[in-house]
């Protein structure tokens, strides 16, 4: 058997709460690493669980309790400089309680017509993500990083 060095790897996660009866969805308006319109989310604490920890970050950041989260799949890229691979599992769910804040410290929280997401102010490549969480049309998002060029890859 040959050994081969494992590679360091970033978690997290991001989830989209749907309201099927009024066709929305809840957002984010992101202002910290990253900015634009996109669902909720965050990292995956060490030694944490997938799902405890999407459920743990989704009340942190909406006040929402989540629960029967349905996997979506993963948008994941390897960095080669920093030697470090970092992946984004991808939940929905439609099972929901509770009352949403109006704002974090990692921005804006509010309901939307999930009509309505194209024109909004999305976060780089999240139409891609919003696509796969909510219609179901691939399991991974890949980027195919060369020469600086980020490439994009469905699975």
Not at 64 to 82: P, Q
Not at 108 to 132: C, G, K, N, R
Request: proline share 2%; with cysteine.
């Amino acid at each position: 058997m040959s050994k081969h060095e494992l590679e360091q790897v970033e978690l997290t996660n991001m989830c989209a709460i749907i309201d099927e009866k009024a066709g929305k969805v809840v957002v984010q308006k992101r202002i910290k690493s990253w900015k634009g319109i996109s669902f909720p989310g965050g990292h995956v604490e060490k030694g944490e669980a997938l799902i405890p920890s999407t459920i743990r970050e989704i009340k942190e950041e909406t006040g929402l309790e989540i629960a029967h989260l349905k996997f979506c799949g993963v948008k994941d890229w390897y960095e080669k400089e920093k030697k470090r691979r970092y992946m984004v599992f991808l939940y929905s769910t439609t099972d929901f309680s509770g009352e949403l804040l109006e704002a974090t410290e990692e921005g804006e929280v509010y309901w939307t017509d999930i009509a309505h997401l194209p024109q909004l102010e999305l976060s780089s490549d999240f139409a891609e993500m919003a696509e796969m969480m909510l219609s179901h049309t691939f399991s991974e998002f890949w980027y195919d990083i060369k020469g600086g060029e980020w490439m994009k890859k469905f699975y």
